[in-house]
């Protein structure tokens, strides 16, 4: 568990935290939380159809697929993970758009590869998956 007391915003114009116990003066905000009361499954960085995903669990298997949490209305969103880069990060490859994709919303592990439904409704029909 990390502890995180003080931080400095004397070069930040804003901050965003979602923490309790927060007290400030001047520049400087004292605060106490742990980083296990943080999101544990989250987009950390968006560039393109290229995102970076960290998990503080078990990683999950490269080709499986992560759905984005989006807001209600908006299109889903199914990442494929193609590379674990150390420190609980990977690289997962976009299968449809990424705009409004913020770094930190969280994601859920499928635990399974994507997945094409196949049947009577399908057959004799071309599927562009990728």
Known sequence: MVEINKISLANTQSLNLKL???SCTGRSCAFSGSAAAMSTRQ????????????????????????EVEVAKGSER?????????????????????T?????????????APIQVPVGPKTLGHIINVI
């Open 43 to 66: 987009v950390t960085q968006v560039i393109g159809a290229i995102v970076d995903v960290q998990f503080n669990e078990k990683l999950p298997k490269i080709l499986n697929a992560l």
């Open 77 to 97: 969103l199914v990442l494929e993970v193609a590379q674990h880069l150390g420190e609980n990060t990977m690289h997962t490859i976009a299968m449809e758009s």
């Open 99 to 111: 705009d409004g994709l913020v770094h930190g919303q969280k994601c859920v592990d499928s635990s």
């Open 20 to 22: 309790y116990n927060v």
